[in-house]
């Protein structure tokens, strides 16, 4: 490994991509890290305010469902890799506007692919997710990489759509490319309409707690620092072609955790609010990840305890950044950095 590379982050505005560009500018300082976002309502460029002075930090505003925009991208600052997390996950709105999933998830990962073959890039890490396995409901049981793809929804349709693309890339055209599926990620920085931090906020603002269905589905939660240590193994270290599940391998009930963040936060149970299910809301089947653990040496350090605890602090201090979101503030600082 050479030193003085360029990592195109897709989606580096979201959760999980603010969280990894700070990663990778800490722990490969000779780096540079262009983060290529659109700047939906999921991204918000105040999580990586702290970068903007740093060198070695470059935003590129653009659309992966653009072909103009990824060809920008890859002319203008030939990447050595990609990390690719730019997609579209909304549960309520796969249900009703499959679309926008198909044009995000399948033709901008396309545009990808067509991109690093032409210029030639180095490795490519697609960021799948364990539900296009399918669901405890249609009888899928615990899972493995070789374990048939069966989502259930427009999203996870679109997700597997995009890895067979991602499979024929790698055989047609002999790209290094690794697939990662990761289950439920959670940490500072994520959006309040997702569980955790919903339970959190709602919590911290003397609201009620929602549990929606009766909060028998199970979950399998990875702390966000975990889990960018997983991405940084594949990129570094990850055998051309091979697909690795992510999973923490501790699974709760949806309800189970809810109170486990209650009595961390000292709050009554009394505030449970049980509501309708939603569409799309699905059990999950286990994920082993038994095959990237062994290949990469790689376990998670932050117990679910840990992690939560490390979660209600960041997000206990950090009420400004919530606010900003809850007001929708963001969006207009976002207009703002684009102009």
Known sequence: MTNNKRVLVTGGAGFVGSNLVRYLLKKYPHYQIVNFDKLTESGSLSRLSAENNNPN??????????????????????PDYIIHLASQSYIDRNIHQPGIFIQTNVIGTQNILLNAR?????????????????????????????TPMRP????????????????????????????IRPTNIYGPFQFPEKLIPTVIGNILNEKDVPVFGDGQNLRDWIY?????????????????????????????????LIRMIMKMMTAEETRLEFLKDRLGDESYPCINSDHFRAELDWKPKFSLEKGLAKTIDWYKTHTDWTDEIYSGDYQKQNQELQE
Do not use: M, W
Request: glycine fraction near 8%; charge should be negative; include cysteine.
């Open 118 to 146: 032409t210029t030639k890039t180095g490795k490519i890490v697609q960021v799948s997710t364990s539900k296009v396995y399918g669901s405890t409901r249609f009888g899928t049981g615990k899972v493995n990489e070789n």
């Open 57 to 78: 930090y470059l935003f590129v505003n653009g659309d992966i469902s653009s072909e103009r925009d990824v060809q920008y991208v890859f002319e203008e600052y030939k």
């Open 224 to 256: 966000i620092d975990d889990y960018c240590n997983a991405i940084d193994l594949v990129l570094h270290k990850g055998t051309p072609g091979e697909i690795y599940n992510i999973s923490s391998g501790d699974e709760r009930k949806n309800i189970d």
């Open 152 to 179: 259930c929804d427009p999203y996870s349709a679109s997700k597997a759509a995009a890895d067979l693309f991602v499979q024929a890339a790698y055989r047609a055209h002999n790209l290094d490319i690794n697939i």
